[in-house]
């Protein structure tokens, strides 16, 4: 019997009957995110408004700003505009990003031991 893993030649497991049993999708979201969170903080924030210039007028960030009033240093809203901005909070943000896709690396490959994926 073929045993289908992560580095197990295509040809080998292109039958059905033989499809690799490793969550794929999760462990490379999660490096992905590892090696490179400016390609998910980026765009999360420019949703949210966080502009390289400020706050985007009428965005959930002006809505907050207004809310907020005076915005304290250290703040999450100060941190998550200073990342908008390129600033210290890009290296936070950034952190927090690569943490998660190693919990979700590491999750994922823990149920992937626990269940016996790739095992036929």
Not at 37 to 58: E, N
Not at 81 to 88: E, I, K, L, V
């Amino acid at each position: 019997m073929v045993h289908c893993g992560l580095f197990t030649p295509f040809p080998t497991c292109a039958r059905a009957d033989h499809a690799p049993k490793i969550p794929l999708i999760p462990v490379v979201a999660g490096l992905a995110a590892v090696a490179a969170p400016a390609i998910v903080t980026a765009p999360i924030l420019a949703v949210l408004g966080f502009g390289a210039a400020g706050p985007v007028a009428g965005s959930a960030a002006a809505i907050a700003q207004g809310v907020l009033g005076n915005v304290v240093a250290g703040s999450l809203f100060a941190i998550a505009q200073s990342a908008a901005m390129g600033g210290y909070g890009a290296v936070i943000v950034n952190g927090a990003v690569q943490g998660a896709g190693l919990l979700l690396t590491g999750v994922s490959g823990a149920e992937c031991l626990i269940s016996g994926c790739g095992k036929d």
